[in-house]
């Protein structure tokens, strides 16, 4: 009954994480159509109050569930399936931490510029498209996670 119950804690947790993930996304590429500061800030604070209160936790559900499940199952964690798996889970980390940090620079210079009713500097822009390209790794991984998760090939 363990083994279920870990399993849909594990299976919830991803949920949370891939969907956090996408709508956060998505809410973020759209505020970028509008670069007005007081936009960008509004999304941002929300952006990373979520990246806090679900991302983070569900990182971490995510792992130990995984783990304590492929220990478990018998499946080990050094070939097959569950290293590739993990392998890419650790990409997709690899990828959020400079992401959340990305998040929250651009959150103050959102802040910044709408306090002095200035536009969006430059730097604002770097950071937004480094963020977007860190994404695109860290979403193709996730995706592939949960192709291994569901068929474990060979």
Do not use: N
């Amino acid at each position: 009954m363990d083994y279920l119950w870990i399993k849909w804690l594990h299976i919830v947790s991803s949920t949370i994480l891939f969907g956090t993930g996408v709508g956060i996304a998505f809410f973020k590429w759209r505020s970028d159509k509008d670069s007005t500061p007081d936009v960008q800030a509004s999304i941002l604070k929300i952006v990373v109050t979520a990246d806090w209160c679900f991302t983070l936790p569900a990182v971490v559900v995510q792992l130990a569930t995984g783990l304590w499940l492929a220990e478990a199952a018998g499946f080990p964690l050094s070939r097959g399936w569950v290293l590739w798996a993990l392998i890419l889970y650790s990409i997709a980390g690899a990828c959020w931490l400079p992401v959340l940090w990305l998040q929250i620079r651009m959150r103050e210079l959102a802040c910044h510029a709408t306090l002095q009713a200035i536009p969006l500097p430059a730097e604002y822009d770097r950071y937004r498209r480094c963020w977007f390209a860190l994404g695109v790794p860290a979403f193709i991984s996730l995706l592939i996670v949960f192709y291994l998760m569901v068929f474990k090939p060979q």
